[in-house]
């Protein structure tokens, strides 16, 4: 009896490695008649590494990985393209309509925004991204006093303080006349601009390093593999998130304490959010009613995460651009020079005024062709949350990650849509603004086209006044300089390497 009990054991025991073997031939079977069924005729990989995908070529190449998905879609003649990241399966959409098809359709039983392919692990549980319906206007609404008219122009005097303070740092490393790479630059200058506009009352120059420090570990983590396990780059972001969160929160806290002290005028953005927020809350009290939805502390923090989010690197992006785009077109950068003249010396002594950044034209057309040309976010993904007929031949699968593409959306329909050309906005006689309007997708479209719009035309409009103001600059011109990499929005591959000096008198002091 214990001899055949011991034989059974071996018996198990020499079998087990097959067992496993057979096992995973059976999963990796699986995983493949999964990936063809959602694919079907779909331009894609024939088969799918397992467990992985093609997350290996994304991580070594991100620009080769979506300029494949990209010529695919284009070459199939129905704009769509698919492949496996990490075992999920993704859709690439390069046709415009389709696209808008997608931003149309997001809702509980279709798509929902998701910013990040693992984003819902990142950004926690309070925020704008992953609202539907009702609930997401109504947010949007609380949100809109952060974004109007009033409260930017009321920041134009600290906005230009600190643009102006990250120049006079860029003309002293520039000093000794090499090249400098102006990407890590331009992400601090933009880091300093969101704190001092959106929360800076609320924040000491300890709190402001440690924002600094966790935003940078929360970048890293975006575009790391997305293990959440201790040592790895994805972890780290998650905490630091949940940080840069409570840190926010406690601002917002700050703010409606000075609010219902009777704060006079309010000193950052986040102040006229705050007013109207408390005057909210305190009439509900009044009535004998429910706090109002996404006005506790805890919320607000997870909401201005998103905005700091949006508003960081997507603007760095853009900043970033410009000055290439500018060292590399004379002839634009001579009539910005121009027209800013005529309106504003750095010699006056005074700020530019809102009324001033507003009659600056042609340099608003430079800042939404440099948008159009280089959109920032190349790509916004979504989650359908449901299978979703997005044509009459193709079914999108529950659970897919669908990427509608905003950079190839802006190379489509514009004359010359390589080229980079701001009279195509300028000029009476072309309007392409107009007649590409659904080609402009760079601030999204539909129920979630980006709330901060109008803030991220503004501050590239000042920044780019100011520069072409203050600074002379010329590109370090390399082959691939102007090459595009993800990081996790689009830069030159050099990082922009510039040189400065500086071109008036004195670097403006107000």
């Not at 502390?297 to 997507?314: N, T, V």
Request: charged share 25%; hydrophobic share 45%.
């Amino acid at each position: 009896m214990a001899a055949e009990s011991l034989s059974s054991l071996l018996d198990i025991h020499a079998a087990a490695p097959f067992l496993v073997a057979a096992l995973l031939a059976l999963y990796i079977l699986s995983e493949q008649l999964s990936y063809q069924r959602k694919k079907g005729t779909l331009p894609g990989p024939p088969l799918v590494v397992p467990f992985v995908g093609s997350v290996t070529h994304l991580i070594r190449d991100q620009t080769g990985f979506w300029d494949a998905q990209a010529a695919r879609a284009r070459d199939s003649g129905v704009g769509l393209a698919a492949d496996s990241l990490a075992g999920r399966f993704i859709l690439f959409v390069r046709d415009t309509e389709l696209s808008h098809r997608v931003f149309a359709n997001v809702r509980p039983d279709a798509f929902q925004l998701i910013a990040h392919p693992w984003g819902d692990k990142i950004f926690g549980d309070h925020n704008i991204i992953y609202k539907f319906g009702d609930d997401h206007k109504h947010l949007r609404r609380r949100i809109s006093p952060f974004f109007n008219p009033r409260a930017l122009s009321t920041n134009t005097l600290l906005h230009q303080r600190v643009i102006l303070a990250h120049l006079r740092k860029w003309l002293h490393h520039a000093a000794h006349g090499a090249a400098i790479p102006l990407r890590v630059p331009c992400r601090e200058m933009n880091l300093d601009v969101s704190q001092a506009l959106f929360v800076g009352p609320y924040l000491d120059e300890t709190a402001k390093g440690s924002m600094r420090r966790d935003y940078n570990l929360f970048n890293v983590g975006l575009m790391a593999m997305p293990l959440d396990l201790p040592g790895f780059a994805f972890r780290r972001a998650r905490r630091a998130a949940r940080r840069l969160a409570r840190a926010l929160a406690e601002c917002a806290r700050k703010s409606k304490a000075r609010v219902r002290a009777g704060g006079t005028q309010p000193e950052c953005l986040v102040d006229f959010w705050m007013e109207e927020t408390v005057r909210e809350i305190d009439e509900a009290a009044a009535a004998g009613l429910p706090r109002p939805p996404h006005s506790s502390d805890e919320e607000i923090g997870g909401f201005l995460l998103d905005i700091l989010f949006a508003a960081q690197d997507a603007s760095t992006s853009s900043l970033v651009w410009a000055v290439a785009v500018l060292g590399s077109h004379p002839d634009v950068l001579g009539r910005v020079r121009a027209e800013v003249a005529e309106l504003w010396s750095p010699e006056s002594g005074e700020p530019i005024t809102p009324e001033q950044v507003n009659q600056m034209r042609y340099t608003h057309c430079v800042a939404r062709e440099v948008i159009r040309y280089r959109p920032p976010a190349a790509m916004v993904p979504h989650v359908a949350r449901e299978a979703f007929r997005l044509t009459d031949r193709y079914t999108v699968p529950k659970g897919a990650v669908v990427f509608p593409s905003l950079y190839e959306s802006s190379m489509q329909g514009f004359s010359e849509p390589e080229a980079f050309d701001p009279e195509r906005f300028f000029s009476e006689a072309r309007r392409e603004d107009v007649a590409c309007r659904r080609n402009l997708l760079a601030f999204g479209a539909g129920a979630h086209q980006c709330v901060g719009k109008r803030y991220a035309m503004n501050h590239l409009v000042l920044f780019v006044a100011l520069l072409v103001s203050v600074v002379d600059f010329r590109r370090d011109r390399t082959e691939g300089c102007d090459d595009l990499v993800y990081m996790p929005t689009i830069m030159p591959k050099d990082g922009c390497a510039t040189f400065l000096r500086q071109r008036c008198n004195k670097v403006p002091s107000f």
